[in-house]
């Protein structure tokens, strides 16, 4: 098994429309994806790109705001009022061969395989097994987004 490319870096935020507005005008976004709700995963959603060079894209933001109090961002949020980065997504083949492969190494894997914000299958891996960063495992999609 082997981990693909890093698909996006996952920071959850108070208020998508401030992040937007401070990836934009501060740190040279240059598009901002429409938000939408993602409610069975209790988050609010916007994709930000990042500038490329050369010819290269950029490295996509995904902003995540919590969809309501039970949200597990709430928690996040409550011990970081200004956010702040939550998990880096890498991308797989096959999710369910990623998926038994980290279960193989002895790490824990968060819930089964569901649907993420890319419209793929998804699951996470425990902070505490992964270097102390949360890590989201996507299926790559099938259409760029």
């Known amino acids: 098994m082997k981990l693909g ?14 992040s937007i507005a401070y990836y934009r005008d501060v740190m040279g976004a240059t598009i901002a994806h429409e938000p939408f709700d993602l409610p069975a995963q209790g988050v609010k959603v916007c994709f930000v790109d990042t500038p490329g ?21 709430t928690a996040f949020i409550a011990k970081n009022p200004a956010g702040g980065q939550h998990h880096m997504c890498y991308e797989v ?25 890319h419209g793929t299958p998804i699951f996470f891996v425990h902070p505490k097994d992964m270097n102390g960063v949360l890590t989201e495992i996507m299926e790559t999609p099938k259409e760029a987004h």
Do not use: C
């Not at 890093?6 to 401030?18: C, F, M, Q, R, Y």
């Not at 083949?93 to 569901?114: S, T």
């Open 5 to 18: 490319r890093l698909n996006h870096i996952g920071v959850a935020t108070p208020s998508l429309e401030k």
């Open 53 to 73: 060079e050369n010819g290269t894209a950029g490295t996509q933001i995904e902003l995540i705001e919590p969809f309501d109090a039970s949200s597990p961002i």
């Open 93 to 117: 083949a096959d999710i369910h061969e990623a998926k038994a492969w980290f279960e193989g190494l002895g790490k824990r894997v968060l819930g089964e395989p569901r649907i993420g914000a």
